[in-house]
């Protein structure tokens, strides 16, 4: 077999961890190699295998009621067999198999890897060997790390970025490194806005194509924080059969064709020129099995009076409401509680602030509720100690922001207060949160309070024990208006400053019947079982015993107790927690991290932080 006669360079470590202050990219990636040929493995000879193999039947049938069928004599009566000469059966769950959380967290080096079980990381994203072609959406890109989780593959790769705030000759010259990077400009119409959307886009060898919709930027820093991540399945060719309806008003949110058709709009806001023939190719596949509504955000205005939702895709905020009206909460009749988290709050109004918790508000039943009914809010965010003991101490800092600085800082950080709640809160957990109504309250870990949060989650409990979520956003905006728009007028009109990109959950895309949940999982992505809801022997043969007869086709069928709960089994879906539960909320005293002040308290490696602007 042919050797290959290339290098693996290895990118140094001050290349890797050099930070940028720019705007992002995105990349296209298209291998040129050829795959090594599948190995197959040597035969054994039938021969000896039959010598040593035991005689036996074949295994009995399965009738559809469940029961074996016996090979012989099926014409004879066959008398009872008492229950004792039986091993007990194992206990049935009443759920169907749990359905491991459709967000899943990032791999965070420098933690231990008993709290990185079911994670991912960059690498697995683009390691593959299977990858053809790649398309990578960020703020941040350092090209040389990229092209190192690549394995330096041979693929022409595009990267889109926003000129005004990065050093565009820099990002030109490190893609002259490799002669399959080309460095695509992405268009900001907005003065204030950003490219912070982050998303792969993968074509594979084995005719397949997948969207990944992550939270960190591109670089390596940003991978030693919590962050989350959404992987589509992997999406087939179209066939005609399953091409999309020609109307997208019959595509319901949270469907595969509604996704299709909202992210293709999205990916021809940036132009013909830069992402057409992405679009072209994107097309072709199947996007049936994803279940998850695209919330995204593109600069511009959209006037919300003369657009049919229907019809057409919002961005920003209008997008998130018109998703969440999809949506209908498990206990509507309970105070839910609505969880903001982000890495970052930039400055933001009273009334936009109320504003935008309408919006959270949504559901699908708009009834107004009572004032003791509406949701709690809360705000995680961490604090300056959080920062100091985090994996990478004060430089975790440079990616988090809230400024507390000037009065209108201050104004903004008074509103925000009573719903400040603490990242890690570990210092304060057993006095804030042992005790609850004089029970005991465990605290729930999600193994992630020493990784700062670069995630961005919005999350309703449907109540105050947040058992279960009724809806979970993942997504590259944070608390801004530039991310998420603003009215700016009477009109109706709503503008928007930069791109976002995000995913929206909730357990009755699983079964529509509304037998689903999604419960909280914490440390792993797949809930367990309740106790509660383990049927035993004793329970097995009481529901056996209550049969029931119901007409079918070809006669009378027995249908039991038990066959009608197992058919009526509610489907628990995970959604892996990024921060421990209950919230700690913050002391009267305490303060948010805020990077452009000056931290002299020593960090767990012994440095200070002067603060951005003053070193």
């Known amino acids: 077999m042919e050797q290959t006669s290339r290098k693996r360079r290895r990118v140094s470590a001050d290349i890797l961890s050099e930070d940028r202050d720019s705007d992002c990219e995105m990349i296209e990636i298209s291998t040129a190699s050829k795959l090594p040929k599948d190995q197959r493995p040597e035969s054994t000879t039938s021969a000896n295998l039959s010598l040593k193999s035991p005689i036996s039947p074949p295994p009995p049938r399965r009738t559809s009621s469940g029961h074996h069928e016996p090979h012989a004599d099926k014409g004879k009566k066959r008398e009872p067999v008492s229950r004792s000469l039986s091993p007990p059966q194992r206990p049935i769950s009443t759920h169907s198999p749990s359905i491991p959380s459709p967000i899943q967290l990032s791999t965070v080096n420098g933690l231990a890897d008993s709290t990185n079980i079911d994670t991912v990381s960059l690498g697995d994203i683009l390691g593959d060997p299977l990858i053809k072609e790649c398309w990578l959406f960020n703020y941040l890109i350092d090209v040389d790390f990229i092209m190192y989780m690549l394995f330096f593959c041979i693929c022409p790769v595009a990267m889109l970025l926003n000129v005004r705030r990065f050093d565009l000759v820099e990002m030109q010259e490190a893609a002259k490194r490799y002669d399959n990077v080309r460095v695509i400009t992405a268009y900001m119409a907005e003065m204030y806005g950003t490219h912070h959307s982050k998303m792969i886009i993968l074509f594979r060898h084995d005719d397949t194509a997948q969207i990944n919709i992550v939270t960190g930027n591109f670089i390596v820093r940003d991978w030693s924080m919590c962050q989350a991540v959404w992987r589509s399945p992997l999406l087939p060719l179209q066939t005609p059969s399953s091409s999309n309806p020609d109307s997208p008003g019959t595509f319901p949110i949270g469907s595969g064709h509604r996704f299709k058709t909202d992210i293709l709009r999205y990916l021809d806001s940036y132009g013909q020129r830069r992402t057409g023939t992405l679009t072209t190719e994107l097309q072709k596949f199947d996007f049936s099995s994803i279940r998850a509504a695209l919330v995204a955000s593109v600069p511009g205005k959209q006037n919300l009076r003369g657009t049919n939702p229907d019809e057409e895709t919002l961005w920003g905020w209008p997008a998130l409401r018109h998703a969440l009206r999809s949506v209908d909460p498990k206990t509507p009749k309970l105070k839910a509680h609505i969880v903001m988290q982000c890495s970052s709050v930039a400055s933001i109004s009273k009334k936009w602030m109320d504003q935008f918790q309408n919006v959270l508000r949504s559901h699908l039943t708009q009834a107004p509720l009572p004032p003791s009914l509406k949701p709690q809010f809360s705000l995680v965010f961490p604090s300056a100690d959080e920062i100091r003991r985090s994996v990478d101490g004060y430089a975790s800092g440079g990616s988090i922001h809230m400024k507390t600085q000037t009065p209108a800082q201050q104004k903004q950080l008074e509103f925000l207060r009573p719903m400040l709640c603490h990242w890690a809160g570990d210092e304060k957990a057993n006095a804030a949160i042992g005790e609850r109504d004089g029970k005991h309250v465990e605290v729930r870990q999600a193994l992630r309070r020493r990784a700062a949060p670069h995630i961005k989650t919005y999350i309703r409990f449907s109540d105050r024990d947040m058992a279960t979520v009724d809806w979970a956003l993942m997504t590259s905006a944070n608390l801004s208006k530039q991310a998420w728009g603003e009215e700016v007028n009477g009109k109706g009109e709503v503008r928007i400053c930069s791109y976002e990109i995000g995913v929206l959950v909730w357990p009755a895309l699983w079964d529509d019947r509304g037998q689903a949940e999604m419960v909280p999982v914490f440390g792993k992505d797949t ?67 805020c990077a452009s002040t000056p931290h002299l308290e020593p960090d767990w490696m012994g440095r200070t932080w002067p603060g951005f602007g003053n070193s």
Not at 550 to 564: I, L, N
Not at 571 to 580: F, S
């Open 527 to 593: 809930p367990d079982d309740d106790d509660d809801n383990m049927v035993d022997e004793k329970e097995e043969d009481e529901m056996d015993d209550n049969a029931e007869t119901t007409d079918g086709e070809g006669g009378k069928d027995v249908v039991s107790t038990r066959e009608k709960q197992v058919k009526q089994r509610r489907i628990r879906v995970g959604l892996r927690m990024p921060y421990d539960l209950p919230l700690v909320p913050y002391a009267d005293d305490e303060m948010p991290w």
